[in-house]
């Protein structure tokens, strides 16, 4: 009879007790090697969001069933308010299961119990939990791996599965990258029963502070309230100093809000810093693997990160049970899930900037955008989208092992200016653009509206215009786009058909844009005007079936020329310099290696 494999995962949070469930009930020898000394009760929330819970029913029936019955799941037309710290309403939000473009409904739930669920699930499938110890390091073999325990001994394993959060210990031994970077802004979480408020969500915009609140049931209000600060101030003075803090910031908020807070109990409060990392470039050696926070630690501005990790749980189970060969499964589970969650972690991080509104200028438009899009952030349903892809068997033969760290190729980038009038702010920007990537060491190919005509593109442009023929061989061979468009009404309005028209010229056998990164820039004064054209750019990247990250930038004016050496001065120079790096980075990792279909799941 054949053993089962031994699969150890360091760390008992949310994705290791998660993955620990699933490969447990799929007949691995499992044990998590946790470092607390019991499951904690208390603490604050989270938000389910429709991915994280299709990744639960993923991982089996009745982890599906145990996990939606942790939580408060938002009703048909339920909305979430979007106010001011006045209490002036800027929006409501749909977050029911029949919000229009959601394909389920959101579900907040503590913390604990969720975490609680997650691990009777996974001793009740068999594995084995191991609390009070840590993994300190280990040594790869050709057929195992020898893991070092914080208590001496060691033990074998067929596979050594990192899901040991933010600080990871696996994760410093096999990429060495140093520590997380702190992204500005600490958060403050508590939780609140019987607020006038009700059981319903709410955001709530002050300058530097956003405060979100969710109903988790039993007249109960999670809130996490994220302040924009300097490292270490707020964690220094401990939960109830924190909490008079933050009531002393919120003085003139609209009272309910400030009654929210005041009436938490001071034991359930959490303080911690806001920490991410970029994007790693592997995540496997051999027989060990990343998973959750130690793979891709997040910001928490859109949600994602308990969901992030399900899914990860969710894609590994499925690698390992479709092949036998440990380092080959460990592989493919890593190509499935880089792109994605480099996405979502880059996206998170643009997001949570805009939601600080951290001064003046920033908190105006911080609110126009939600007045306008009517949504806290409008990408997170693109990201919702996910859905587990059929179990597929991964190749037999076993791969031979990469040696040493795995690079990411320089990309070729396509930038295109939707103005018709040459030498205009769009073409200044797409030229910008096209400077930091070329900085890089990346390449770059820059189109104009009047070099193309584009807004006035028909299909058949090809045949014979040699301009538009060379427009679609560069977007067959790039690896990333960015476009830039003026806010003006005319060009916005026929963006979409003809960038549609433009990619069915496209012939070969991958859809459209297959997966490509795509940056977004609109060029105009109006804040408004300027959100309509970023939903317009985001409609026409998911038209193309590319992965438009959020990466939307707005602008009023050309940035300066970049000079050699020069760092970005202004704000919004730095906001889209950030925009083209995020391009670059996720362009790159496609580049390193191009996978046929490689479609992420969202889109």
């Not at 996974?122 to 009070?132: E, F, K, Q």
């Not at 096999?174 to 958060?187: A, E, F, K, N, Q």
């Not at 933050?246 to 359930?268: H, K």
């Not at 480099?342 to 003046?360: F, K, M, N, T, Y």
């Amino acid at each position: 009879m054949t053993q089962p494999q031994t699969v150890f995962i360091a760390g008992g949070g949310i994705g290791g007790l998660a993955a620990a469930a699933g490969l447990a009930a799929h007949g691995f020898d499992v044990t998590v090697i946790e470092r607390a000394t019991r499951i904690r009760a208390g603490g604050s929330g989270l938000m389910l969001q429709p991915n994280g819970l299709s990744a639960a029913d993923a991982l089996g029936e009745s982890l599906g069933r145990r996990v939606r019955a942790t939580g408060r799941t938002a009703a048909p037309g339920e909305v979430r308010v979007l106010m001011d710290a006045r209490g002036t309403v800027l929006a409501e939000e749909p977050v029911g299961a029949t919000a229009p473009g959601a394909a389920a409904a959101q579900m907040p739930v503590l913390r604990s119990a969720l975490h609680r669920a997650l691990f009777d699930e996974a001793v009740t499938a068999g594995a084995v939990v191991r609390m009070a110890t840590v993994v300190d390091d280990y040594t790869g073999h050709d057929d195992h791996v020898t893991v070092r325990f914080s208590d001496g001994n060691t033990a074998n394993c067929q596979a050594l599965i990192a899901a040991d959060g933010i600080n990871s210990a696996v994760r410093r031994r096999m990429l060495g990258d140093g520590p997380p970077t702190y992204r500005g802004y600490t958060s403050v979480r508590g939780r609140t029963r019987g607020s006038a408020l009700g059981q319903r969500g709410h955001v709530v915009n002050g300058r530097g502070i956003q405060l979100f609140v969710a109903p988790v049931g039993d007249d109960t209000l999670y809130w996490t309230a994220k302040i924009t600060s300097a490292e270490g101030e707020w964690p220094a003075r401990g939960p109830r100093g924190a909490l008079l803090a933050l009531l002393a910031a919120m003085e003139g908020w609209y009272p309910p809000v400030v009654d929210l807070v005041r009436a938490a109990d001071p034991g359930d409060i959490v303080v911690t810093d806001i920490h991410d990392r970029d994007p790693a470039p592997r995540w496997t050696d051999h027989r060990v693997a990343l998973l959750g926070d130690a793979a891709h630690p997040m910001v928490p501005a859109l949600g994602q990160g308990a969901n992030m990790a399900l899914e990860d749980a969710a894609v590994l189970t499925d690698c390992l049970r479709a092949c036998a060969h440990v380092p080959t499964a460990l592989a493919a589970y890593a190509r499935a899930r880089m792109d994605r969650t480099a996405a979502v972690v880059l996206s998170s991080r643009r997001q949570g900037v805009v939601d600080q509104g951290a001064d003046r200028a920033g908190e105006t438009r911080r609110n126009a955008r939600m007045r306008a899009d009517g949504r806290k952030d409008p990408d997170a349903l693109d990201i919702a989208a996910w859905r587990p892809a059929p179990l597929r068997a991964a190749p037999a033969r076993p791969e031979t092992p990469r040696k040493g760290p795995e690079a990411v190729s320089a990309p070729h980038i396509v930038l295109l200016s939707g103005s018709l009038r040459a030498g205009s702010t769009s073409d200044r920007v797409a030229q910008w653009c096209a400077q930091r990537v070329t900085a890089t060491g990346a390449t770059a190919r820059v189109f104009t509206g009047a070099e193309l005509d584009f807004p006035a593109y028909r299909p058949g442009l090809a045949a014979g215009h040699p301009g538009v023929a060379e427009y679609l061989a560069e977007l067959r061979r790039a690896d990333g786009v960015v476009l830039v468009s003026p806010t003006y009404h005319a060009t916005v309005s026929g963006l979409l058909k003809n960038a549609l028209d433009a990619v069915n010229d496209i012939d070969g056998p991958l859809p459209h844009l297959d997966g490509r990164a795509i940056g977004t820039v609109a060029v105009g004064a109006g804040a408004q005007g300027a959100a309509a054209t970023l939903t317009t750019l985001r409609t026409i990247a998911h038209a193309l079936r590319g992965w438009p990250a959020p990466l939307g930038v707005t602008l009023t004016r050309a940035p300066a020329s970049p000079g050699p050496g020069r760092a970005p001065a202004a704000p919004d120079e730095e906001r889209l310099d950030e925009m083209v790096r995020q391009v670059l980075w996720l362009a790159g990792v496609r580049a390193a290696s191009p996978l046929p279909g490689a479609v992420p799941a969202a889109a």
